[in-house]
RNA sequence: GGGCGAUUAGCUCAGUUGGUUAGAGCGCCACGUUGACAUCGUGGAGGUCGGGGAUUCGAGCUCCUCAUCGCCCACCA
């Protein structure tokens, strides 16, 4: 065929290479403002709605987030394609403690600090930051190519949310579950606020178990302990074990179990606390293990939640010897004003020189630390506001147990339900300037609370106007927890709660289960009475080569907007979604995302020659489904993309992203880009298969693109865009790719597995079944001949050292198959590099000086004169035979056992057989040959 | 103290209802400018699926057990 000129400068316009910097920023922008981010508010569509987990504003995404956002991108991509009513609805967090703590350190920097600029100007500050970040991050997303609803973006702090959380609040309090009280909380003295138990971060630290000992009352002249010259089995002292001596000074009890009958006599009679000379009682206690330490211990009720729950049971007194600022009080006595740690060494010290302190073991302590900043976390009492969650817990258990949502991988099951059996009470205020104001004001006349949705004027007890508000903000996740309806609306009845909530899936980090997506579950479910989202899909944390958490103070932090700037966008996000299973950690690595943007490349370079190849001869873009295959290849390919469409369509209806990305990896280069393209530069020679082969390449690239869209959404839309130039709008399937339907498939032979619900739930939606297409398995079958025995002729090829370019002669001999492939040795021929091979059913004489071949029953003779080496090839046989012979060997004992051929599926049996005749077959031309060559 | 996950080729990982010869990418070896692509092509080498046991005609996959690594939860001072 000669060259056709507009072929040439078709070529020649697009680029020989993709360059994603040059068309994501561009495409991304069309996409938006054409406003196909926007769900199609069609009433009668399946609805697919996400509530993006919103990153906080305290700096940039990192790869968490890319992970997050190609994820839910690609579910959102994905059912938009199908017609769904999709919405994905975008936001950013305040977090609270988070921010307020980098504004903080930014103030460090400048030599001030918040109490200087006071509470007004300080939030101001962070509002500043906010302004700042929230756009970064939004357009982070942006390059992420997430197509959420930027029109529906929210902020945890706007006012429809500030309503939200107060609504919530005095909900809550109305009901009894919101309640204000002292209990031991933890304390962080860096922060200077309380936080919750699921933000500490406990470690175990080696560390000392000190034994020391109270003398008795009434015993204090005699020798205290046995160092000091006590005598055996008198009773002069009682000694308890701690790991924290510096709270000794706020002890006041000893405790010790009822049932222990070393301490029988000593219950009710009181001890000397050294150092204080505090007189303080010795008491029984079920909370006492008899069997650790001494089996008595101190009770300190200001600084132990264990402690607290005996003072009370007892009636002691609480003394609070560390306070808010890490630092002594005024009761820690002598040691007032120290630092805790300081204190704990001169309480020790202390002991020392009294003769008092028994021993000090080794011993490994459970630490404490602020997951904000890490410093040691102080358990303090405190007033604080608290949520009852029991009541709240319990249908959110039901929600699970009942299947009204479940769980991506299951295991999680557990964990969850873990969680919320053993549920404790959260402390929902914080110290703190930046957040939800709470909503409590209190009574200077009366001293009662009043919570209110409005801000208030007076007392609502007794009318004082003499009232304030609480000075303390909300736990972030208070405000989180009410994500996916809060976003939509509520409290009022707006349109948006109606037509998209409760939402589908719920996809974060199996990080923050219990922070977030337990909470959202009870928050929805108390506060609209439907859990709010169908599905959870849990990813794991994105970690570095070494399998390491990225962190800043490793430096192993990769940032994914330098990732995306060197590789591409559908690189990074094609890599994430491939790289891991769900729940499970991924080790990202660099030559996997270079190995994708290889992948972009190629599909760049496959529709460059199917777009460029093709220009000008007739017959459109016809649907896969549409087209009329008749060569082999044709069929084959056909066949197989429709296979494609069908398991890519139910991979991502089962939440299977990696699977389904790799499938479509492996079908496009492997069998689209290495054989069919291959194939149909051949029959585009021929001018009776001109058209249908131009028919069938763009119907094949026009169906990958859009299975591929939802993972690498730019060089597919790129590349859709130059495969429809030519069309002309109106007979467009659609204006863009994002919008394109998605492949028709067959979507029976999909019940009863795993993810059941989601699946049903997908193939029962209406007018979306199809009558199945039919395999076409002869073609696949034949196809498969054909490359193998392609790929024995290049292998042998190789071996022999032939030039690439070279023309070799072929005989077949091909029994049955010989018609077959007599009609497609062309096929043998351009891709295999030989002369006109020469097909027969048999041989008569075998062809000398050959390499001899032998392929799915089919003999190969390459007469290779003069470039046979008669011992390789003897050498080679004898391998082949070998390999023939222990695939016989292996089908031989199954079938010679009974129990396999009485037992296994007759399908199974059937295979055997046929295995067994093929290797016998393949290993009595094996042998002939040997011994013709030999002979 | 409970619980969970991982262990498959030199490296990073797939392998979903137990069934032909366990796959991919990278790396490695050999060859290569056949008009889409060297971000490529062709071919090849490389694995007792962590150890042991059980169930089964048949186990990478199910069960038990052990080991190593990692994570989560936990008020024994």
């Not at 860096?190 to 175990?204: A, F, K, P, Q």
């Amino acid at each position: 065929m000669t060259s056709d000129p507009t072929t040439l400068r078709r070529l020649d316009q697009i680029p020989k290479a993709y360059h994603p910097a040059e068309t994501e920023q561009r495409l991304y922008a069309w996409w938006e403002e054409s406003g196909y981010f926007r769900p199609n508010g069609n009433p009668d569509a399946k609805r697919f709605v996400i509530s993006m987990p919103p990153p906080n504003v305290t700096g940039a995404l990192h790869l968490g987030h890319a992970l997050t956002a190609s994820l839910e991108d690609i579910m959102i991509r994905y059912h938009r394609m199908r017609g769904d009513n999709t919405l994905w609805v975008p936001g950013e967090d305040h977090a609270g403690i988070a921010t307020q703590t980098v504004v903080e350190r930014e103030l460090a920097k400048e030599g001030s600090d918040r109490q200087q600029l006071g509470r007004e100007r300080f939030v101001e500050r962070v509002w500043e930051w906010v302004r700042t970040y929230k756009s970064r991050i939004q357009n982070q997303h942006r390059r992420l190519g997430v197509s959420a609803d930027w029109t529906r973006e929210r902020f945890t702090l706007d006012e429809g949310l500030v309503r939200a959380v107060r609504e919530v609040f005095a909900r809550l309090y109305e009901e009894g579950l919101i309640y204000r009280g002292e209990r031991i909380i933890n304390w962080c003295p860096r922060c200077m606020s309380s936080i919750s138990d699921l933000e500490v971060e406990v470690e175990n630290t080696p560390g000392k178990l000190y034994y020391v000992c109270y003398p008795l009352e009434g015993e204090a002249g005699l020798a205290p302990t046995p160092s000091a010259g006590a005598t055996e089995g008198e009773t002069r002292y009682i000694s308890v074990a701690t790991t924290r001596p510096e709270t000794i000074l706020g002890d006041v009890a000893v405790a010790v179990n009822p049932s222990d009958e070393r301490y029988r006599d000593l219950v009710g009679r009181y001890a000397i606390l050294p150092i204080m000379n505090r007189r303080i009682p010795i008491v029984a206690d079920e909370a006492v293990d008899a069997a650790f330490g001494t089996g008595a211990v101190k009770i300190t009720p200001a600084h132990d939640a264990t402690d607290f729950e005996i003072g009370n049971r007892h009636e002691l007194e609480r003394i609070q010897v560390v306070g808010f600022d890490g630092k002594m009080t005024e009761a820690a006595g002598p040691f007032a004003g120290q630092d805790r740690f300081e204190a704990r060494k001169g309480v020790v010290a202390e002991f020392e020189r009294l003769g008092l302190l028994d021993k000090a073991e080794d011993y490994e302590v459970p630490l404490g630390h602020c997951s904000r900043c890490g410093t040691i976390i102080e358990p303090l009492i405190s007033l604080q506001w608290f949520v009852k969650m029991l009541p709240l817990a319990t249908p959110a258990l039901g929600a699970l147990t009942y299947g009204q949502m479940h769980i991506v991988p299951e295991r999680f099951d557990k964990i969850y339900t873990d969680w919320l059996e053993n549920i404790r009470d959260w402390n929902i205020s914080r110290q703190l300037w930046w957040g939800h104001r709470i909503p409590a004001w209190y009574c200077g006349t009366c001293g009662q609370v009043t919570v209110s949705r409005e801000d208030p004027t007076a007392c609502a007890h007794c009318g004082s106007a003499e009232i304030v508000q609480d000075e303390d903000v909300l736990d972030t996740w208070f405000s989180s927890w009410l994500w996916p309806f809060s976003t939509l609306g509520w409290p009022d009845d707006t349109p948006d709660l109606r037509m998209y909530y409760p939402t589908t899936v719920m996809e974060t980090g199996y990080d923050i289960i219990f922070f977030w997506v337990a909470r959202m579950a009870m928050a929805g479910i108390h506060f609209l009475g439907v859990v709010p989202f169908e599905t959870v899909y849990l990813h794991g944390l994105v970690r570095d080569e070494q399998g390491r958490k990225m962190s800043k103070s490793l430096g192993n932090v990769i940032d994914p907007i330098e990732v995306m700037d060197q590789y591409g966008t559908d690189a990074l996000r094609f890599t994430l979604a491939t790289s891991g299973t769900p729940g499970n950690d991924i080790k990202l690595s660099i030559e996997r995302i270079i190995g994708n943007r290889n992948f972009a490349n190629k599909i760049w370079n496959a529709a460059r020659f199917v777009i460029g190849q093709t220009e000008g001869i007739g017959g459109g873009i016809p649907a896969l489904e549409a087209v009329q295959p008749k060569t082999l290849a044709d069929r084959w390919i056909v066949s197989r993309a429709q296979a494609l469409a069908a398991e890519v369509t139910r991979l991502l209806d089962e939440l299977q992203f990696g699977e389904a990305g790799r499938q479509i990896y492996d079908f496009f280069w492997s069998e689209f880009a290495d054989w069919y393209i291959e194939i149909a530069k051949l029959q585009l020679q021929d001018e009776a298969q001109r058209e249908r082969t131009a028919g069938i390449l763009r119907a094949v690239l026009d169906c990958v693109l859009r299975l591929l869209h939802p993972f690498m959404p730019f060089v597919t839309e790129e590349v859709w865009q130059h495969l429809y130039a030519d069309v002309p709008e109106p007979e467009r399937p659609a204006s863009a790719l994002i919008v394109a339907p998605w492949p028709r498939t067959e979507r029976a032979a999909e019940q009863g597995s795993r993810q059941g619900r989601v699946r049903r739930a997908e193939t029962l939606r209406s007018g979306q079944a199809q009558a199945g297409f039919q395999r076409d398995t002869a073609a696949e079958e034949e196809i498969a001949l054909l490359q193998e025995i392609i790929t024995r002729i290049r292998d042998a090829r190789n071996e022999a050292g032939v030039p690439p370019a070279k023309r070799v002669p072929v005989i077949l001999a091909a029994g049955p198959k010989a018609a077959m492939l007599r009609k497609h040795a062309p096929l043998i021929e351009q891709l295999a590099r030989t002369e006109p091979p020469r097909v027969e059913r048999m041989l008569a004489a075998k062809p000398q000086q050959a390499v001899a071949l032998v392929a799915g029953g089919v003999e190969v003779y390459l007469p290779l004169a003069g470039m046979l080496d008669v011992e390789k090839e003897l050498a080679r046989l004898d391998a082949e035979i070998a390999q023939a012979e222990s695939a016989a060997e292996r089908a031989r004992g199954m079938l010679a056992n009974p129990r396999f051929v009485e037992r296994a599926r007759p399908d199974v049996v059937q295979r055997e057989r046929d295995a067994l005749a093929a290797a016998e077959d393949t290993l009595a031309k094996l042998h002939a040959r040997r011994a013709e060559l030999a002979g």
